[in-house]
Antibody, heavy 116, light 111 residues
Framework: QVQLQESGPGLVKPSQTLSLTCTVSGGSISSGSYYWSWIRQPAGKGLEWIGRIYSSGSTNYNPSLKSRVTISVDTSKNQFSLKLSSVTAADTAVYYC????????WGQGTAVTVSS | QPVLTQSPSASASLGASVKLTCTLSSGHSSYAIAWHQQQPEKGPRYLMKLNNDGSHIKGDGIPDRFLGSSSGAERYLTISSLQSEDEADYYCQTWGSDSMVFGGGTRLTVL
């Protein structure tokens, strides 16, 4: 069965770019017609959708983050990635990747702290 | 873009049943949603996709105690025979052609 695993630095300095990768195992990221999403959750708060990439490569972003977000896919590595630029403390959160519109498969999440 | 409304909290006794509600905003009553469970200190887990006709597709290993249903703009998650491990946050989530949105979540306390 498909599994997702997030990876990336746990600490990012303010104004820098946060970069995370989600590795897909148990299936090909380019097989089927799936969306691949990033979601985040600040401590003690709810879930916030960041954006998604379709198997064709098209992307959609949360309007509140759109100017700072880029999601891309690397089919050769079976991965998709998140870049969030100009981060501040407000971007401190646990970041999750998930599959498809119903988010039927989730990664375990990776905690990112923005601090100098 | 739809908005999803959930009550912040709910409670029920061990062994009892509870019905959680997720309400779609006006004009979006035909949307499917998904329900997700987040136990304390854990990541979210997909429970089911729930269509506007009440049909649903559960995730692997989700017990029969978890049941989805729909009525108009309301989407429900009923959990029967409540167990201590059902104490968690429950989020509904939906999607459109270019976006996705979560409800604020309902914290379920099992008494």
């Amino acid at each position: 069965q498909v599994q997702l695993q997030e990876s990336g630095p746990g600490l990012v300095k303010p104004s820098q770019t946060l970069s995370l990768t989600c590795t897909v195992s148990g299936g090909s990221i380019s097989s089927g017609s799936y969306y691949w999403s990033w979601i985040r959750q600040p401590a003690g708060k709810g879930l916030e959708w960041i954006g998604r990439i379709y198997s064709s490569g098209s992307t959609n972003y949360n309007p509140s983050l759109k100017s700072r977000v880029t999601i891309s896919v690397d089919t050769s590595k079976n991965q998709f990635s998140l870049k969030l630029s100009s981060v501040t403390a407000a971007d401190t959160a646990v970041y999750y990747c998930a599959r498809d519109q119903g988010l039927d498969v989730w990664g375990q999440g990776t905690a990112v702290t923005v601090s100098s | 873009q739809p908005v999803l409304t959930q009550s912040p909290s709910a409670s029920a006794s061990l062994g009892a049943s509870v019905k959680l509600t997720c309400t779609l905003s006006s004009g979006h009553s035909s949307y499917a949603i998904a329900w997700h469970q987040q136990q304390p200190e854990k990541g979210p887990r997909y429970l089911m996709k729930l269509n506007n006709d009440g049909s649903h597709i559960k995730g692997d290993g989700i017990p029969d105690r978890f049941l989805g249903s729909s009525s108009g703009a309301e989407r429900y998650l009923t959990i029967s025979s409540l167990q201590s491990e059902d104490e968690a946050d429950y989020y509904c989530q939906t999607w459109g052609s270019d976006s996705m949105v979560f409800g604020g979540g309902t914290r379920l306390t099992v008494l």
